[in-house]
């Protein structure tokens, strides 16, 4: 079965830089997530889109942005990359609008800022 | 804000044990309880969902129980086996938002 795809895997950027980080929901899914695990840390959730509008927001700071696109794929951008930004950077994916419905992982992004 | 706490944080035992972990939550508006699996530096794979409706749900030899009026849930592990050496959380939705726990660490020795 087709699972929710992240891109890149992993991601090493510098003080300052932006990234760009991408999910791909399981087919026919309408809501996505994003999630942010810093090391040794449970994941923490930042925003959440339900039919390509911003249904609830997190702990995200200010320097990010994300939307979710007419083809129900969530990018997340993030800009003036701080130390502390490394993380592992998880989206999910559900059918439907509300926390009711299972959520669906993705591997995660590694991002590494140096 | 929901607030979930997983008990132990860590957990050791020898191959064969059946054991317990713990999860509470603070707010018993959910609409379920998912509890997952995570390998060292890896991703969330998903054990088990209970629907607040429901008390228990079983996967081979997973089951997880729902006690929502009182804020908790177990997740039993039998006849543990060393590959089952993760780290388990529980995770609640609540209003749009996913809430984890802490986590337990589990190591079985072979």
């Known amino acids: 079965a087709a699972g929710v795809i992240q891109s890149p895997r992993h991601l090493i950027k510098e003080k300052r830089e932006t990234a760009t980080l991408k999910c791909y929901p399981i087919?026919?899914?309408?809501?996505v997530y994003w999630y942010q695990q810093g090391p040794g840390q449970d994941p923490q959730f930042l925003i959440s889109f339900y039919e390509k509008m911003q249904s609830d927001k997190g702990s995200i700071p200010d320097r990010f942005s994300a939307q979710q696109f007419s083809d129900y794929h969530s990018e997340l951008n993030m800009s003036s990359l701080e130390l502390g930004d490394s993380a592992l950077y998880f989206c999910a994916s559900s059918l439907g609008g509300t926390g009711s419905y299972e959520q669906y992982f993705g591997p995660g992004t590694r991002l590494t800022v140096t | 804000k929901q607030e979930v706490t997983q008990i132990p944080a860590a957990l050791s035992v020898p191959e064969g044990e059946n054991l317990v972990l713990n999860c509470s939550f603070t707010?018993?508006?959910?609409?379920?309880l998912q509890w997952f699996r995570q390998d060292p530096g890896k991703g969330l794979t998903s054990l088990l969902l209970i629907q607040s409706s429901q008390r228990e749900q079983t996967s081979g030899r997973l089951n997880a129980s729902l006690d929502k009026s009182s804020g908790r849930s177990t997740l039993y592990i039998a006849a543990s086996q060393p590959g089952d050496s993760a780290t388990y959380l529980c995770a609640v939705p609540t209003g749009n938002q996913f809430y984890f726990g802490t986590g337990t660490s589990l190591t079985v020795i072979p």
């Open positions: 087919p026919r899914h309408d809501t």
């Open positions: 707010d018993s508006a959910i609409y379920n």
